[in-house]
């Protein structure tokens, strides 16, 4: 089956870098775009960033120049790299797969900037 594990997260300090990983497994990675969404309590989950087949990415405004998204498909991991973190960034990060057989999220990775 689909599984789907995250790390890499932590507690930094502001103005601090993390790089989080995403391994999947059960699933022929390379043929699917992957996403990092992001959830506080009391919100919504919220999509961070994506990732297409052909590498081409997206990102929220929030984000947009100090968080980069990559995939290494030999390695089936997607990547976020997140730079120049604000207390605005604490979460639990997941990664996403949308799948024939439906939705494929991690069990999350918590990621804390204190203010």
């Known amino acids: 089956q689909v599984r789907l594990v995250e790390s890499g997260g932590g507690l930094v300090q502001p103005g601090s870098s993390l790089r989080l990983s995403c391994h999947a497994s059960?699933?022929?990675?390379?043929?699917?775009?992957m996403d990092w969404y992001r959830q506080v309590p009391g919100k919504e989950r919220e999509l961070v960033a994506t990732i297409a087949v052909s590498g081409s990415s997206d990102y929220a405004d929030s984000v947009k120049g100090r968080f980069a998204i990559s995939r290494d498909n030999a390695r089936r991991t997607v990547f976020l790299q997140m730079n120049d973190l604000k207390s605005e960034d604490t979460g639990v990060y997941y990664c996403?797969?949308?799948?024939?057989?439906?939705?494929?999220w991690g069990q999350g990775t918590q990621v804390t900037v204190p203010s």
């Open positions: 059960g699933v022929n990675f390379k043929i699917f775009p």
């Open positions: 996403h797969l949308s799948h024939a057989t439906g939705d494929r």
